[in-house]
């Protein structure tokens, strides 16, 4: 027997996976934003702009928290359905 949600609720972890995305994809726009100058044969960004890419990073480090958040959840409401 298992135990499945509402479609409408919110589980465990869905936030940091959507935060994480936000996150990712801002750090996605600071990379492309900063690599155009190289092509473009203008002036490029102060090394601060290319910190802000590193967002991409820690995105996909919040989305994989919200992953494996969601995942010991599941695996606690297995446990519990079994006992």
């Known amino acids: 027997m298992t135990i499945t949600p509402h479609s409408d609720e919110p589980r465990p972890g869905d936030g940091l996976v959507k935060a994480g995305g936000i996150v990712f ?5 600071a990379t492309v934003a900063t690599m155009a100058p190289l092509f473009l044969d203008v002036d490029p960004f102060p090394s ?6 590193m967002l991409m ?6 989305s994989a928290a919200g992953v494996l958040r969601s995942a010991a959840a599941q695996r606690r409401a297995a446990r519990a359905s079994q006992a």
Not at 25 to 29: E, H, P, Q
Not at 57 to 62: D, K, N, P, W
């Open 57 to 62: 990073g820690v995105g996909f480090a919040i």
């Open 48 to 53: 601060y702009a290319w910190a802000v890419c």
């Open 25 to 29: 994809i801002a750090g996605a726009v």
